[in-house]
């Protein structure tokens, strides 16, 4: 077990960082139904940030690439996945000469993936990453009987293997290694110099290597957002974005695969022309969508503790070797790392790194990870969200959090401070102290949330136990459901939770404008409605209605003043 922690399986969470022979014994399947996340056709991936759009495309290009050889061997026509990184241009601002740049970039990858079939290291990898591809990953029947065939070698015969048979040595006996080494010379040095490079470049070395054997490209197109915004815009006609993807999906021998962020400039592909979309958003709030979540996390889990033993012999750890883990699903470790999450893999995978590092602090890796240590990684995960901020910007959110843990609810609204919470939402790209719930629009204001780690550092009520108003302290399905209820923030409410000694009640009686409120220890207060803040003198007031409120004494009448409705 000690070993385990030692490791730090989850350590990794760029999907950059992992090696190609890693990513499909790592990659779980995001989709439901008869489509799968390999399938050779046109899509358009939306997630915010840490959404696993990298992870999407990197399997796609790894399950591609590895398929190159058992295609050859069976003669089937080749797919030969191209990978391009957006971000690699962002320094230009000319959205003709990003257009320029993407069509050389293709042509290059397309003419030196012979190079990475011809490298013996490279290979030996692939061999490598295939043995660990899950048995139900290959899918053409065919291909997967060589592809097992293949696998039975050892990684130097495996090599030897494709020198024989292709001609490695540089007498390539398939026409394809030897026209892509002589375009890769000289026609794509001539490329460069080309004044207006398009789309015909691509067509043109397609028809050199690819359309006698009817074979494909697969081009995935990651980190979109990056570009220079001018790529997306439109004037009179089309974007250059817009005129690149029409050029590659009327090409019949291109299919594309392109991450972008949901509601960015770079998310204008709204036709199913372009492809179907698919949303890597994982939803947590209800019971349905959290067991389908976290039946994708135990599988991440799984993948991630046995990524050295993937298709081996060795026995494999399980989730619940590691995890202290309900057997109902709910009410413990993985729950909480999962709504410390927020549904977003990157952070899901920072959280269970976390959390195995705050076992291993308070058990020295001799224990499971156990819901104690979750909570604290969600505590220290906050606190350091939190040295972002100077001591006044503290101050000022941590009076909002009161007057909502006031109301037991952690989403709210707070009219006309659009600007005083932006810092709030935009310190990080991937994660904040609050996120935007509904955007607002006209006279309907903006809805937030707090982040759930905040909540938890805060001790704001994020679930309610079912069927009832009481706060749920486990934050579990187990117990209760998420709070749904909002709260309008204003002025007077944030002064109010400025004064200490506020304590609950509800009211227990009322006639006209007065009445009596229980307390929690069942003490009676008297009020009238006078004693209630101005804010809410409006909002109605009946039996069993929850409250706020300052306990006074006047003589031996007790009192209860400065009332605030939930």
Known sequence: METIFKQRPFKIRNADEYNLSDILSLFVNPLEGLRSPLDFENSIIKGRMGSGKTMFLRANYAYYLFNIVPRLIEEAPLILPVFIRLSDFQHIDSPSEIYRQLIIKIVEELSSVYLKLQDSKQMANIHHGMKKIPDD???????????????????????????NEFGFDGKSKYSFFELSANYKK????????????????????????????NGKILLLIDEAGSLDKNFFKSTENDSFFEIFMNQLRTADFIRTKIAVYPNSYSDILTETRYGDAVALEEEIKNVASYKKFRAKVEAIIFNYLNIETSNNHEPYINPEDVFDINKTGMGDAIEQIINGSGGNYRRLIQLLDLSMNESYIRAGGKGKVTIEDAIQALNS???????SFNQIEIE????????????????????????????Y???????????????????????????????VHQEITTHLISGTEKIDKDRSFLTGDWVTRNVTINTEMIKQSEV????????????????????????????????????????SLYIGKKVIFYPSKLGDSLLATEIEII
């Open 186 to 213: 000289s026609q794509v040095i001539e490329l460069k110099k080309k004044q207006n490079p398009g789309i015909g470049d691509v067509v043109a070395i397609y028809d050199l290597l690819l359309r006698d054997s």
């Open 425 to 455: 939402m935009t310190k990080s790209q991937e994660f904040n102290i609050l996120n935007v719930i509904e955007a607002g629009s006209g006279q309907r204001g903006t809805t937030y949330s707090f982040d759930y780690s905040f909540c």
């Open 137 to 163: 990953v290959f899918f053409d029947a065919k291909i997967k009987s060589t592809a097992k065939q293949l696998l039975k070698l050892g990684s130097e015969e495996y090599v030897e293997r494709l020198s």
């Open 381 to 387: 995960h906050c606190g350091n969200l939190l040295t």
């Open 396 to 423: 000022f959110i941590q009076n909002i959090a009161k007057a909502c843990k006031n109301r037991s609810t952690y989403r709210f609204k707070y009219p006309n401070n659009s600007q005083a919470l932006y810092k």
């Open 500 to 539: 200490i000694g506020k304590i609950e009640g509800e009211v227990e009686f009322i006639k006209e404008d007065k009445g009596l409120i229980k307390s929690l220890s069942d003490s009676r207060y008297f009020f009238s409605r006078e004693y209630i803040i101005q804010s809410d003198r409006n909002k």
